[in-house]
């Protein structure tokens, strides 16, 4: 298995890679940007005998994924929102430097760019070939195809973490992409549908010579629940690298120091952060610490922030999913609870900063 385009400059820096798992209805543009912005360091070459590299920082962030039969078949308003999930991070200071002043969200000039993989889902072959040529055509770095998600209205229909059941499908879909992009060809996937499957299941996709696999934990069945099983992962790990390849550990990360003692344990090439990044982009850092640790007034300026950001990219009226990440943010202190009820009512980035200013000054 070789590995193509940036996955080659990343493994050969012979440290662990770092990323941002891609979540369902939390990594859109704005989020990217926020751990973009603050889950990265000013440089990532300097060695530690600790960690093997000064600081940590996130290497790779993840879109949601889009469906290659939305993108197929939706036209007009529909294909526009479906869309949305594409804009690239990179991208967002720019529409937000048009409604605020720049002093608020200037991405530091000598922090490098995370490589932003656009992720996809489906069972159609000749779908994901048009997708990877949209996702080529924006500007992406990568594609990211899912084979991970366990929900039932995806996986039923064969999508999803129900492509672990047509190995053959699997196979089939990862040639069909990379024959389709010159861009790299990634994919996310699950240990295994009902029980522990994952050495096997590397072999199946190890023959098709992905750029890379992101492995987690859990099995579909299992969903989000229980414990990720790392010693499955391990063992994934040790296929994956007899082909050749490279894989990235996922589940239950809470930090990057965490993340880097899964990757001596299990021998992994690398790690992805989900959950613990809700709330807290700089869990990335070596310097980062746990959510419930970092200081509220950083998490309630993150908070604004953000929602400024969500605000400049999908505009005025449609603040609702942007709450979320307010609770997210507003927890683990003094108050948290009532300023949470309170946020929960907000629809615009003003009433944010309003109610965290006031909230201040009590």
Known sequence: MSVSGFWDELYRRNRPVVGLSPMDGVTDAPFRYMVAKYGSVHTRHEESPHTGYAGGGVDVIFTEFVSVDGLHYATGDKRERLLQAFIRARDVGELHTRHEDRRHTEYVGDKPWPYEIAQVFGHTPAFFAEAAEIIERLGFDGVDINMGCPAHKVEEHGSGAGLIRTPALAQEIVRVTKAATKLPVSVKTRIGVDRDEATEWMEALCEVRPATISLHGRTLKQ?????????????????????????????????????????????????????????????????????????????????????????????????????????????????????RQRLMTVNSAGEVAEILDHDHSD
């Open 223 to 339: 969903l989000y629940q229980g414990k990720a099983d790392w010693e499955a992962i391990g063992r994934a790990a040790d296929v994956t690298h007899r082909h050749g390849g490279h894989i990235l550990g996922n589940g239950d990360i809470q930090s990057f120091s965490e993340g880097m003692e899964k990757v001596k344990a299990y021998g992994v090439d690398g790690f992805l952060i989900g959950r613990a990044a809700e709330g807290n982009p700089s869990v990335f850092l070596s310097s980062g610490i746990p959510l419930e640790n970092a200081k509220r007034e950083q998490r309630l300026a993150w908070a604004v922030e953000h929602a400024r950001v969500y605000e400049a990219v999908f505009g005025a009226g449609n603040f609702m999913p942007m709450r979320k990440h307010l609770a997210w943010y507003a927890h683990g202190f003094p108050g948290a609870s009532e300023l």
